[in-house]
């Protein structure tokens, strides 16, 4: 439930992502305490944003149709990445193919596939998303400074996500440096969360 309703939250402001800067502040706030120790895990940040969430807010919000609704949500994000972009983001979360599967099938180094899902990532955040009644249309303005953290974001969720080495050191450094680069994170989360609602959602029509 609590996830449910982080998520709908952060869902009812992709447009407008600085709306959320007093929910990934006090996320920030957090980290910063001498006896917090990060956890270098997409599931420890996820979780201390979900604790915050319901310190920060008496009631969660209205659920969203977590559907149609996120259908054409992510079909409207998708449609404004680069095609190679698409198509290997597409066929990772849909498909669930691993990057070496995806070299096979794309004719392209396992590395670049991880570059260009990354870049993605990245690139979604940016991206305008249809209006709809669950959030207003498109007038997010992105600085220089946001696609930098939201590029280091991806980053950062690659390697928290697979099995690449990394010190964990220099992501509790990161995560710590600023509210923007938590805020990033959580955005980029979101919408991986939200691409796997929507595929999972789909594999069921099909089994069906």
């Not at 120790?37 to 915050?52: Q, Y």
């Amino acid at each position: 439930q609590d996830d449910d309703a982080l998520l709908s939250f952060l869902f009812a402001r992709l447009n407008r992502p600085r709306a959320i800067d007093a929910l990934s502040g006090n996320v920030f706030i957090r980290l910063q305490h001498r006896h917090t120790r990060i956890e270098p895990s997409l599931c420890f940040i996820w979780k201390m944003a979900c604790s915050a969430f319901n310190d920060c807010f008496q009631a969660p919000p209205p659920r969203c149709a977590l559907n149609g609704e996120l259908r054409l949500l992510v079909e409207s994000a998708v449609a404004q990445l680069p095609n190679v972009h698409a198509c290997a983001l597409i066929a990772h979360k849909r498909e669930g193919l691993s990057y070496d599967a995806l070299s096979e099938k794309l004719r392209l180094s396992a590395s670049t596939i991880e570059k260009y899902v990354s870049q993605a990532r990245a690139l979604i955040r940016t991206f305008a998303v249809a209006p709809s009644e669950q959030h207003e249309g498109p007038i997010i303005i992105v600085s220089r400074d946001e696609i930098l953290a939201s590029e280091g974001a991806a980053g950062w969720f690659h390697q928290l996500s697979t099995a690449h080495a990394y010190a964990p050191s220099d992501f509790s450094r990161w995560l710590r440096q600023r509210a923007l680069h938590v805020r990033e994170l959580l955005l980029i989360i979101a919408w991986d969360r939200l691409f796997e609602h929507v595929y999972a959602a789909r594999t069921l029509e099909r089994q069906e």
